[in-house]
C-alpha cells in the first residue's frame, strides 16, 4: 500500500463499527475530512470502492465487505500485540538485595 496503510485500514473499521463518517472521527479525535481522505487514499490504493455512501447512511460494497473479513481480525491482534509489548516492558524484574543494620 503506498497511501493508506495500516491507518487507512483502521479508518475503515471505525467507520464500519460506528456507522457513519462523522461519529468514528469523534471516536478517533479527529476532523471528518481527515476520515474521508483516508478512505479515499485506500481506495485509491485499492482500485475499488469500499463504501458506498449516501447522505443518510453507509454500506460495504462486496470488495470493502472482503478486506474488512481479513483486516478486522488482523489489526485487533496487531493491537494486543502491542498492549503486550507495552505491559512487558513495564514489568519490574530481577531480585531485590537490601543490606540493613542489626538493631
Known amino acids: 500500500m503506498r ?3 495500516v491507518n487507512g485500514l483502521s479508518v475503515l473499521v471505525e467507520v464500519v463499527r460506528h456507522g ?3 461519529r468514528a ?5 479527529v476532523r471528518p475530512p481527515a476520515i474521508s481522505y ?3 487514499m485506500l481506495e485509491a490504493d485499492i482500485g475499488a470502492p469500499l463504501l458506498t455512501r449516501t447522505t443518510r447512511s453507509l454500506s ?3 470488495a470493502g465487505r472482503a478486506l474488512l473479513a481479513r483486516a478486522a481480525p488482523a489489526l485487533a491482534e496487531l493491537e ?6 507495552r505491559d512487558t ?3 519490574v524484574k530481577g531480585g531485590v538485595r ?3 543494620p542489626y538493631i
Open 3 to 5: 497511501g493508506a496503510g
Open 20 to 22: 457513519s463518517l462523522t
Open 25 to 29: 472521527a469523534a471516536a478517533l479525535g
Open 38 to 40: 483516508q478512505l479515499k
Open 60 to 62: 460495504l460494497t462486496d
Open 80 to 85: 494486543d500485540a502491542l498492549h503486550a509489548a
Open 89 to 91: 516492558g513495564d514489568a
Open 98 to 100: 537490601l543490606t540493613l
